[in-house]
């Protein structure tokens, strides 16, 4: 299985904030990876797939790059509304396989 | 619009086995390219793919899960059926249904990116 090693596990920001989130493949996926972002009680949402490319609808104030066995989730200007975890994925090859997450809280 | 929809028992008891339903609209998985597939994730805790099953029929199972799980779809219902036998304690979790597959404006494409979810249904193992 390609393990999907995330960093940090927990960043505190500010509104207004940017915040970089990393995710490490342990083999190389190319651009096989998608970002998702769930809030507290909810099901996830896919943010960016194809590491770089934005879902329809998500604001543009959220961007990803990287390649290969490393890649980041960068979020501009932090919006209160922005405040939940965010997971990668890996969706190269067989089992697909999730980070294990970053809380973003309020500093 | 898409939506997903999970549905089955809330609560299951130790060595029972668990059935949940994902009922889907605005797709067809007689679509090229498309599937859905179950994701689950205990309390607190992060996202683990369990099954997926594509519009040929293709069936994929997580490896540590195999054993247990079986998957299946049923085309004119709109319906996916995940099983999990011998269900235990640390099987408590919230469990998502997800299209698989990306679309254009013309056709849709085999890539195993999930969206969307659906809202999720906890299952709690009694012991």
């Known amino acids: 299985d390609i393990q999907m090693t995330q960093s940090p596990s927990s960043v505190s920001a500010s509104i207004g904030d940017r915040v970089t989130i990393t995710c490490r493949a342990s083999?190389?996926?190319?651009?096989?990876l998608a970002w998702y972002q769930q809030k507290p009680g909810k099901a996830p949402k896919l943010l960016i797939y194809?590491?770089?490319t934005l879902q329809s609808g998500v604001p543009a104030r959220f961007s990803g790059s990287g390649s290969g066995t490393y890649f980041t989730l960068t979020i501009s200007s932090l919006q209160p509304e922005d405040f939940a975890t965010y997971y990668c994925?890996?969706?190269?090859?067989?089992?697909?396989?999730f980070g294990g997450g970053t809380k973003v809280e309020i500093k | 619009q898409i939506t997903l929809k999970e549905s089955g028992p809330t609560v299951v008891k130790s060595t029972q086995t668990l059935t949940l339903t994902c009922t889907f609209s605005?797709?067809?998985?007689?679509?090229?390219?498309?599937?859905v597939g179950w994701i689950r994730q205990p309390p607190g805790k992060a996202l683990e793919w369990l099954a997926l099953?594509?519009?040929?029929?293709?069936?994929r199972y997580s490896p540590s899960l195999r054993t247990r799980l079986t998957i299946s779809k049923d085309t004119s219902k709109n319906q996916v059926v995940l099983s999990m036998t011998n269900m235990g304690p640390l099987d408590t979790a919230t469990f998502y249904c997800?299209?698989?597959?990306?679309?254009?404006?013309?056709?849709?494409?085999?890539?195993?990116?999930?969206?969307?979810w659906g809202q999720g249904t906890l299952v709690t193992v009694s012991s």
């Open positions: 099953i594509y519009w040929d029929g293709d069936k």
């Open positions: 194809a590491a770089s």
């Open positions: 994925q890996q969706a190269h090859s067989f089992p697909p396989t």
């Open positions: 605005g797709f067809s998985l007689n679509t090229s390219g498309l599937g």
């Open positions: 997800a299209r698989v597959g990306h679309c254009t404006e013309t056709d849709c494409f085999q890539v195993n990116w999930f969206d969307p």
């Open positions: 083999q190389n996926i190319y651009t096989w």
